[in-house]
Antibody, heavy 120, light 108 residues
Framework: EVQLVESGGGLAQPGGSLRLSCAAS????????MNWARQAPGKGLEWISF????????EYTDSVKGRFTISRDNAKSSLYLHMNGLGDEDTAIYFC?????????????WGQGTLVTVSS | EIVLTQSPGNMSLSPGGGATLSCRAS???????LAWFQQKPGQAPRLLIY???TRAPGIPDRFSGSGSGTDFTLTISRLEPDDIAVYFC?????????FGQGTTVELK
């Protein structure tokens, strides 16, 4: 059974940093693309970052470019999101999402999410 | 940047009835890479349909997707209380991974 469990969320100061983690199990983690997405309170979904199976290529939505960094450790079946320069607009539930295949942009399984609140 | 517009914003329907949800793209969705997700309150999104019309594993055949180009539809037949959720469409591909704003389905 595929499982994705996010952690690392919490309260951050404006301008501060957080590192989110996503522990994966139930599939061959290193064979799939992975993504982070987020959902602000009461709002819709927003894709924010993508990484290839080997970790050699990553992409970001414009609003987080230069501030967020996605990475992965295939030996630990873990995905990470390093977030710097946090602002109020980054307050959201952050979801880790598994890609459909080794080269797919489609996500086929999402974790339950971890809440990030940016506030002074 | 592709924009996806879902309609209606909210639907209130009778159990056992059907629902037709629309997702219109501002430009052609290449390869019809259009997915539908279901999100129940407090839960993660669940993939229902991908490539516009392919049901994800384990999704009942009451859910069906259709459309191509810029106009896509999710049809839910024989509505059940468990179908109460927000439904999002998403275009996915090399240049975009945009979500629509969602359609909320409620039962009368």
């Amino acid at each position: 059974e595929v499982q994705l469990v996010e952690s690392g969320g919490g309260l951050a100061q404006p301008g501060g940093s957080l590192r989110l983690s996503c522990a994966a199990s139930g599939f061959t983690f290193g064979a799939y693309t992975m993504n982070w997405a987020r959902q602000a309170p009461g709002k819709g979904l927003e894709w924010i970052s993508f990484i290839t199976p080997s970790g050699d290529h990553a992409e970001y939505t414009d609003s987080v470019k230069g501030r967020f960094t996605i990475s992965r450790d295939n030996a630990k079946s873990s995905l990470y999101l390093h977030m710097n320069g946090l602002g109020d607009e980054d307050t959201a539930i952050y979801f880790c999402a598994k890609g459909h295949s080794f080269d797919s942009w489609l996500t086929d399984f999402w974790g339950q999410g971890t809440l990030v609140t940016v506030s002074s | 940047e592709i924009v996806l517009t879902q309609s209606p914003g909210n639907m209130s329907l009778s159990p056992g009835g059907g629902a037709t949800l629309s997702c219109r793209a501002s430009q052609n969705v290449n390869n019809n890479y259009l997915a539908w997700f279901q999100q129940k309150p407090g839960q993660a999104p669940r993939l229902l349909i991908y490539d516009a019309s392919t049901r994800a594993p384990g999704i009942p055949d009451r859910f069906s997707g259709s459309g191509s180009g810029t106009d896509f539809t999710l049809t839910i037949s024989r509505l059940e209380p468990d179908d109460i959720a927000v439904y999002f469409c998403q275009a996915y591909g090399t240049l975009y991974r945009t979500f629509g704003q969602g359609t909320t389905v409620e039962l009368k």
